[in-house]
Nanobody, 126 residues
Framework: QTQLVESGGGLVQPGGSLRLSCTASGFTLNYFTVGWFRQTPGKEREGVSCISNSDDSTVYADSVKGRFTISTDNAKNTVYLQMNSLKPEDTAVYYC???????????????????WGQGTQVTVSS
């Protein structure tokens, strides 16, 4: 059974940092594209960042460029999202997901992803 599990969420003050982890089990992340998404109550899920593990290309939403960094540790079968200079508007449930087929391009389109984790809450508040 394949699975993605997010961790690392929590409460942080504005300007602080968190690192989210997305650990895969039942398959290896090599050659798959993985994305991070977030959702707040009453709003649609939005793409934050993605990484293609076939060519290491990355994409970031404009709202997080320069503050968030996505990376992969193949030895740990984990994708990370390093979030710096956090703002209250970054508060959301964060999900990771993967595109189901190999060698797919990086995209922030929610509909392109077919396997999702359960989410982890990030709250940015003083």
């Amino acid at each position: 059974q394949t699975q993605l599990v997010e961790s690392g969420g929590g409460l942080v003050q504005p300007g602080g940092s968190l690192r989210l982890s997305c650990t895969a089990s039942g398959f290896t992340l090599n050659y798959f594209t993985v994305g991070w998404f977030r959702q707040t109550p009453g709003k649609e899920r939005e793409g934050v960042s993605c990484i293609s593990n076939s060519d290491d290309s990355t994409v970031y939403a404009d709202s997080v460029k320069g503050r968030f960094t996505i990376s992969t540790d193949n030895a740990k079968n984990t994708v990370y999202l390093q979030m710096n200079s956090l703002k209250p508007e970054d508060t959301a449930v964060y999900y990771c997901a993967r595109r189901l087929l190999l060698f797919r391009q990086c995209t922030l389109s929610v509909g392109a992803y077919g396997s999702w984790g359960q989410g982890t809450q990030v709250t940015v508040s003083s």
